[in-house]
Structures are given as structure tokens and as C-alpha cells.
């Protein structure tokens, strides 16, 4: 049956310039009848491809079949080993064959997929038409009692945006991916975000990577999400929940996006995952977002390595453990581009030095015999490390816009973590629950004896939030989700408890890929 609809779909294809061409055509200048010529030729050309394939196809459908065929009747006539007889080598590796043939024959394999068709183009050089393109939308209402543009307790500014109060849109998102050639492909990713009352239009990624590079390498150069961490180099579609762990946003300010390459390999393993990587970027966009700016500079000022294994446990359990290292620094010298930061006191002050967070994350699912489509779990954490060192500068109580206060040398120590899971419990319909905790420790920043600079700033508490959230969601298709969240936390201080409610949409127009594990 397959077969004659390829048939009918191919009769189909060679039919439209037919009865399109004379009317639209008619009166065009002779390039362009001829233009058509060519189009007509390739259609016909792909026609017979298509019934020569089809001819192949069916020849090896009967071949697989009578093959099947013998293999069962040689299994039922084949005597089993007397009680008690180990086999013997060369007997285990038949019997070894025959299971992987009985795996590959019981099913006929489906057929193969159409190339793509190469269309002549105005250069004379067929090209393959391979450019797949994504749309999603995502938007959202929110209730919170907490304003989400303050700044939270015991940090420094980082640059995390909260989800604004009311109805917003999220991060609409249009993709553009495919391969160049045989040794490349592209991808680009435009963000659509929401600013106060307007909305801008945003670079999330742009990059291009190898193909087939030996040895399981890979490159990767351009604008994209670092492959640190387990939910880092998640797009926001991608998310269990609404918003991103606090972890993150105090950290990283979101989640570490930069301008750069990366050189990843993955082990040759049969069973197991085993992938090391590592980064070289420019640091502009980093720890401090747009407070740390390394535009324009000749040295890179951000690094990572990163680490990744995982695997199987049967047929209904898989897992993914990795660790991962990231380095920013500011410079110094004549070279340095400190990081600067207006505090919620309206004092600014500037540091020096930098950052370094290691990371640990794991990941289990279970579905049952792999098939998550009506059941299935996922448990998720990740644990921070981040160690900042350095010196501050200030320029608080100065008549002249100069460095007038200049701190000592300190190192704060600050971690956090956040654990989730996530459970199917029946097909189209999940319940997940995250706690939220981070340690960021007392600190005066090398500043202790100006302590006006930092009174009554976010940074003097020194304060170490939580926060607790439930969501459910319902997706009627791959394309289409609708989640309900709730969240409490105390991330803006002493006493400010925030009580949050979402109700979000997020939908998929055109081919959608499967996402990473």
C-alpha cells in the first residue's frame, strides 16, 4: 500500500507544472520558459528515482520476508543442547547472530526516505534545499506579591530577569537550522522578548559546527548556550518550569550564553555515554552580563571544561551524570575591563578579579520498557560552587568622578543547588515539584572599612534564599503545552516573602526536533 501511494504522490508531483506552467508562464521571456524546462526535467528525473527506489524496495521486502521465513523454520528444527552441555564457543556466537538477525528481520524495515530534491539555481550548480525553520510562542500571566525588578538579597546585580507581573510574552523564538554542505551546518536562533512596554528583537544563537569530523570530535563556533551543567544549554520551551533555578540566576544571570568555540569528543562506546569538552570565549556576556563587558578586546576572558557520561539500566532506566568547570576573569593591568554595579543605595562600585564555579548535575528518567508516551519520571540536580576573588573599588562620597575608595583583596565562597522531579501519571498530563537553595555567605567585599558603601544595599544581609515550586501541565500534542505553576520564596530579603502564580502557553509551528536527554 505504501508503495502505490509513493506511486500516486510521485504521478502527482509530475503533474503540477503541467497544469500550472502555460497560464502563469505564458507571457514570461524566454529564460524563464526555459527555467521551467529545467524544473520539468529535474521533476521527471525524480520520478524515475522514485520508481527505481520503490523496485529496490519491494525486492528487499521479499528477500527480508524469505529469509525470515528460513530462519524460523531453522529454529524450530535446530535441537537444543543436551541438560547440563555449557555450548561451546562457536555455538554462542551463532546463537548471538541469529538473535540480531531475528531483531533486524521480524520487522520490515520502512522506506527510505526521499532525498531532498536539488533545484537549478541561476549560478548553473544544483544545490540540495535543506533549511528546516521552528517557531515557537510562549506567553504567560503572572501573580506575584514581591515586585520581580528588585534586585535579590545578598548578591551583587547579576542581570537575571524575573517574569514580569500580569500577561507578558516570553521568548517567542524563530529558527533557522540545517546542513551547509557535507562537512557544516548552520544554526540561528531570533528571540522576540517583551521590554517594559515595546519588545525587541534578540541574537540568542548563531553558530556553525562540524559534520563527520573523525575520532567522534566536533567544532562549534559562534554565538551559543554553553554546554556546562545539565540545563544551561536548555532553550526556555525545553524547561519543566516557568522561570530558571535560583541557583542560576545568582550565578550566572540567567543562563551563560557567549561568543566563541568549543572542541567536544565523544568516546567511541557502545553502551555508555562519555563526552569531554571544552570553551574559549569572549566574556562579554558573562558572569556580569552587561557588566562586564570584553567587547572589542584581543584576549578572551572566559573558559570551561566540561565532562559527560551516562547510560542504560535495562530497558526502562537511563541516567546522566557530568561535572563541569567555568573561569571568567577581568584582566588586569592596562588590559583589565572591570565589572560595574549600581547597587539598590544607588552607589556603584567596581571589581576586579574573578570567578570560578564548578559544577555537578545528574539526571535518571524511567519510562517503562523506554516508552514514556504513557507514563514516565524524571529526576533532576545540578549543585554550584562559585568562588569570586578580587578587589573593589569605589567612587562613593568622591567630588571628581574617580576611584576615591580603594578596597582590600576578599574571596567569597557561595553555593547552591536545586533538585526536581517530574512525573507522567498519565498520558498528556505532568506534576513536577523543585526546591531552590543558595549559600551566599557574608562578605564585605573587601570593603569593610567604608561601610556606607554597601548600607541598606542588597548585598549587606549577605542573605541565603529558598524557594519552593509545584507546577502541573497538560500537552494535548508535542506542539502544544499549557502549564499551571506555584511558587513561594523569600529571594528579596528577610520578611519579603514572594507568593507566585503562572499560567503559561508554549506552542510549536513547523518540524520540531527531539530535544537533548
Known amino acids: 500500500m505504501s508503495c502505490l501511494s509513493t506511486r500516486a504522490i510521485a504521478g502527482a508531483l509530475c503533474l503540477i507544472p503541467a497544469v500550472f506552467s502555460a497560464p502563469l508562464y505564458a507571457q514570461e521571456a524566454p529564460d524563464v520558459q526555459t527555467q521551467l524546462t529545467q524544473i520539468q526535467a529535474s521533476l521527471q528525473q525524480m520520478r524515475s528515482d522514485y520508481e527505481r527506489r520503490i523496485s529496490t524496495l519491494e525486492s528487499q521486502v521479499n528477500q527480508l520476508q524469505r529469509e525470515n521465513a528460513q530462519l524460523s523454520s531453522k529454529k524450530q528444527t535446530t535441537a537444543a543442547p543436551p541438560a547440563g552441555k555449557t555450548p561451546s564457543k562457536a555455538e554462542q556466537r551463532i546463537a548471538k547472530a541469529e538473535s540480531i538477525e531475528d531483531a533486524i528481520t521480524a520487522v520490515a524495515p520502512p522506506p527510505a526516505a526521499a532525498a531532498p530534491t536539488p533545484f537549478p539555481n541561476l549560478g548553473g550548480k544544483d544545490r540540495t534545499i535543506d533549511l528546516g525553520a521552528e517557531l515557537f510562542l510562549d506567553a504567560k500571566y503572572s501573580s506575584q506579591s514581591q515586585n520581580p525588578e528588585n534586585p535579590y538579597s545578598g548578591v551583587l546585580p547579576n542581570g537575571a530577569e524575573g517574569v514580569p507581573r500580569g500577561f507578558s510574552i516570553g521568548e517567542t523564538e524563530l529558527v533557522f537550522k540545517g546542513a551547509v554542505d557535507n562537512l557544516f551546518r548552520g544554526e540561528a536562533r531570533f528571540v522576540l522578548e ?294 513561594r520564596d523569600n529571594a528579596y530579603g528577610p520578611g519579603l516573602y514572594n507568593n507566585a502564580i503562572y499560567l503559561q502557553y508554549i506552542m510549536s509551528l513547523g518540524a520540531h526536533g527531539s530535544h537533548k536527554y
Open 194 to 487: 517583551q521590554e517594559g512596554n515595546s519588545t525587541s528583537i534578540k541574537t540568542e544563537e548563531v553558530f556553525a559546527e562540524t559534520l563527520g569530523l573523525p575520532w567522534g570530535t566536533k567544532v562549534k563556533a559562534g554565538k551559543y548556550w554553553s554546554s556546562v551543567g545539565y540545563l544551561n544549554d536548555k532553550h526556555p520551551h525545553e524547561w519543566d518550569f516557568v522561570d530558571l533555578p535560583l541557583v542560576y540566576k545568582q550565578v550566572f544571570g540567567g543562563q551563560l550564553n557567549e561568543t566563541g568555540a568549543q572542541l567536544s569528543w565523544i568516546a567511541p562506546t557502545d553502551n555508555m555515554l562519555f563526552k569531554l569538552g571544552g570553551e574559549i570565549a569572549q566574556g562579554s556576556n558573562g558572569y556580569g552580563q552587561s557588566f562586564n563587558s570584553n567587547f572589542n578586546q584581543n584576549k578572551p576572558r572566559l573558559g570551561t571544561l566540561f565532562a559527560k557520561t551516562g547510560g542504560d539500566i535495562g530497558d526502562s532506566h537511563s541516567w546522566q551524570g557530568g561535572v563541569s568547570w567555568v573561569r571568567s576573569t577581568t584582566g588586569s593591568g592596562t588590559a583589565a575591563n572591570q565589572a560595574s554595579y549600581t547597587l539598590s543605595n544607588n552607589n556603584d562600585v567596581n571589581f576586579s578579579g574573578g570567578n570560578t564555579t564548578w559544577i555537578a548535575d545528574f539526571v535518571y528518567r524511567w519510562a517503562p520498557f523506554g516508552n514514556p508516551t504513557a507514563q514516565n519520571l524524571k529526576l533532576q540536580s545540578e549543585m554550584f560552587w562559585n568562588k569570586q576573588s578580587g578587589s573593589m573599588t569605589s567612587n562613593f562620597d568622591c567630588t571628581e568622578a574617580e576611584q576615591c575608595i580603594q578596597g582590600s583583596n576578599f574571596a567569597q565562597n557561595q553555593q547552591g543547588f536545586y533538585t526536581q522531579g517530574i512525573y507522567q501519571f498519565i498520558p498528556k498530563w505532568r506534576a513536577g515539584y523543585r526546591y531552590d537553595r543558595v549559600f551566599n555567605g557574608t562578605n564585605s567585599y573587601g570593603l569593610s572599612a567604608y561601610p556606607d558603601v554597601l548600607a541598606n544595599s542588597q548585598v549587606q544581609s549577605g542573605w541565603d534564599p529558598y524557594r519552593n515550586t509545584i507546577m502541573m501541565d497538560w500537552a494535548n500534542s508535542e506542539y502544544s503545552l499549557i502549564r499551571l505553576q506555584l511558587a
